[in-house]
């Protein structure tokens, strides 16, 4: 496949729930907040618009920060400081442990999406990648290379609850190892036959872009450090896009909020109460920004505040 030119351009995009976002996290109005996922900035440009004194914008997709210093709205705002790197090494990204809001929205960006070289998309032919950090880790093909039936089946599943995931798994390695399976296309057909709306191949993409990217344990680890670098008061709000994220991030609130999560009569979680719910039930996107923006229809916003803690 010839290369072209992988430099993303900033794309029409819109953040999703920018404005609950800003309601939820912005409690400080001249404040220090992170955008653990910059992409291409709304919300950070949200944070701005209310106030803040001073916004990182983190991202471990470089095209990204590049498009946004080129032509971002805020590019030139000397309150925003852009900075490569996956949300989860905050700690070692920056000194400030006295934050007063941060925001993940979790998933890929759209220029991500619409690229496709970057291996994102089943809608046109584009190379096994699918990493967001195209500077480091492993590509989707060099993935493949190092997995088994049973540790490719066992990670779709993780990922997504495929059903089928045993079968996809073994689908999938043949053709890798026939050499047939080489690009995003190839995949697509290979991902199963399609179940009513839903096209074929969006559970399987999902499945090893989560995997390839370690989506779920970039969560786990990024949370409690994201934590660590707010001032009691502050908040960490975080958007996720399809059930096992959420179940994820509700899970991990929960025991932060002192809550348990064990099996009954089996309790061995702290219930040590870090952190207080501001909306237990997830918000979910209205039906203005629905029509506005219909690929914002899966999202759900939790919110938490971190609360003082005995020293």
Known sequence: MPQRDTKIERPAHLSVMRDEVIEYICVSKDGHYLDGTFGYGGHSEGFLGAGASQVLGLDQDQSALDAYRAIGAARNDPRLHLQRGRFSNVKELTQLRDWDGAILDLGPNSGQLLTPERGFSFNEAGPLDMRMDTQNGSTLEEWLGQQDAESLADALYAATGMRDSRRVARRLLAAFEAGTLKTTEDLAKLSGPRRGKTHPATECFLGLRMAVNDE????????PAILDCLKPGGRLGIITFHSTEDRLVKHIFKLLAGRCVCEERLCSCPRVEQVRWVNRKPLEPSADELQRNPRARSA????????????
């Open 300 to 311: 759900k916003f939790r919110c938490v505040e971190k609360i003082a803690t005995e020293a």
């Open 216 to 223: 779920l344990g970039e969560v786990r680890r990024g949370i």
